[in-house]
């Protein structure tokens, strides 16, 4: 059969197989015809429209120059390097879906929201943004199927706000459409800068009475009810260093600053407190005439000259022969800090028994500050780097089991990491991940205490919310406390301190109390005669919990 006759289309009426088409007859097909192209071409256009602006199907994340933003639960490719921990996270996600459902548990969800990109100058580096993400799976893995089975699960919303925190009002406006769904949005973490555009997403999602833990904020400028911060704040953080300073007698006489001046909200804050907490004592001040204080521009911040040149600062400083040098930056500043002294012939202060010290705050042990070449630099310039960190990991990996200042959860979640990530051998020495796994721990004890005060009854965000408030470390945290691997700690309600007469400032708080802040020196350990501060904790005193 010659499927090219026309006699043999069954599909075409009889009375037109058979006879020759007329022009009426070619006029009525070619109208068929054009009729059909026209609804497909209309419908391919429409669709090709609805969906240019988006980079998924399911239109949760939305194209915007050259970044996916929004939030989804689905793995999706922000970055190469992120694939094995978003793929591992999906499929705790999926794991929790089927839990819910055969078993009856609720499943809540807790957006990360931070960026998933990077790029020169972002608010994060790639490393960073998988390390955080490392931290928050673990704690999300051990909520679900750790060894204390709990009645809900969590679903882990992946929610990118950019690699510049500029897309926070879209990430905003879908949370908001989670607040009621299935699986409710019952808090965030992330937040990774102290940053306005930070502070007005939490004031957004604050609207919306969802509670946000921040893992990395310490600036104490960011501040509201709906906002707990797992790390110490830059006024704790420098405590510490002042109580190291006392105890360890450094030098007060030969002082300097160097700050960034650029409008980053963490390092003018930093910067803020190293004035009050050691300016007037140290000697430091603005003075016109002989000035012990040196700017440069810093890596973060709207670009007003040459970037990272620390040239004039690093020549007023070693013009004045400083021993003891305040650095208010950020982590990626002190490297070409460092080089900028290595290459200024006329620092030649730093002796091997008094060595220029270079003093600063951090998250952790970022790798990219103590790789082999700053310890090379640091040595031959017998420079010594006293930080104030939130986590020391390559110190608490190796004393675990035998000192009591090593938090006593940090192991399991060590070994926890070892486990899934094999590859990141110094993936936790930055601190994030196990800041970004604290905050979630955070999450995930409170969702357990709001489900245990009521069996039969959903969980929902002001639950957590007011679970996150009601934590105390007294009688052995029976009232509830985050068993963080940075340490055991609650959060700290300094508005009603305020309103009742022990603190000076009114202000909202919601920082870790009990939190270690341990001091790290580099590039040798040096002996201390400080002991360990904790925030909250007057020195002297010893009220919190082995940590």
Known sequence: MNRMDRRNWVWLPSRLRFRVLGLVDVVALWFVVAALLGTGTWWGLDTYWKHRDYCTADLQLRRIDDECVGVTAAPYDFAPNLTDVLGRIARENEWARKEARDSGKQMVSVAAVMPYTSGTGAAMSEALIRHSLQGAYIAQHRHNQGLARHDTTIQLLFANVGRNLDHWQTVADQLKDRVNSEAPVVAAIGFPNSDTRTLASVKELAKLRIPAVSAVLSSR???????????????????????????????????????????????????????????????????????????????????????????????????????????????????????????????????????????????????????????????????????????????????????????????????????????????????????????????????????????????????????????????????????????????????????????????????????????????????????????????????????
């Open 221 to 547: 400028e960011m501040e509201d009810d709906y906002l707990f911060k797992v790390s110490p704040s830059t006024d704790q953080l420098v405590g510490a260093l002042k109580q190291y300073v006392s105890a360890n007698e450094l030098n007060r006489e030969d002082t300097f600053l160097i700050a960034d001046e650029r409008h980053d909200n963490y390092v003018e804050n930093l910067s803020q407190v190293f004035g009050r907490e050691f300016g007037e004592e140290y000697g430091i001040s603005p003075d016109i005439v002989h000035p012990r204080i040196g700017k440069y521009q810093g890596s973060k911040g709207p670009n007003r000259g040459q970037p990272l040149d620390f040239d004039a600062a690093v020549s007023a400083m070693c013009g004045v022969k400083a021993k003891t040098v305040f650095l208010a930056g950020r982590d990626a500043d002190l490297p070409p800090f460092l080089d900028s002294i290595d290459h200024t012939a006329s620092c030649d202060q730093g002796t091997a028994d008094q060595p220029l010290r270079i003093l600063r705050v951090s998250t952790g042990r970022d790798p990219e500050t103590e790789s082999g070449t700053m310890g090379r630099i640091a040595g031959s310039r017998h420079i010594e780097i006293v930080t104030a960190a939130a986590v020391d990991a390559p110190r608490w990996r190796a004393d675990r089991g035998s000192d009591q200042q090593v938090p006593r959860y940090f192991g399991r979640f060590a070994e926890s990491y070892d486990r899934d990530f094999d590859e990141e051998r110094t993936g936790l020495n930055d601190g994030y991940a196990t800041m970004y796994h604290d905050a979630l721990t955070a999450v995930s004890t409170a969702v357990i205490a709001a489900r245990s005060h009521q069996k039969t009854v959903s969980v929902s965000h002001d639950d957590v919310y007011n679970a996150l408030r009601r934590f105390n470390l007294d009688a052995g945290c029976s009232a509830g406390c985050v068993q963080g691997a940075s340490g055991v700690f609650t959060f700290a309600d300094e508005q009603q301190m305020a309103e009742g007469g022990t603190r000076g400032e009114a202000v909202t708080g919601q920082w870790p109390v009990c939190k270690p802040v341990p001091v790290v020196t580099f590039p040798q350990k040096s002996p201390s005669k400080s002991l360990l501060y904790r925030t909250y904790q007057k020195q002297g005193e010893s009220i919190c919990p082995p940590p």
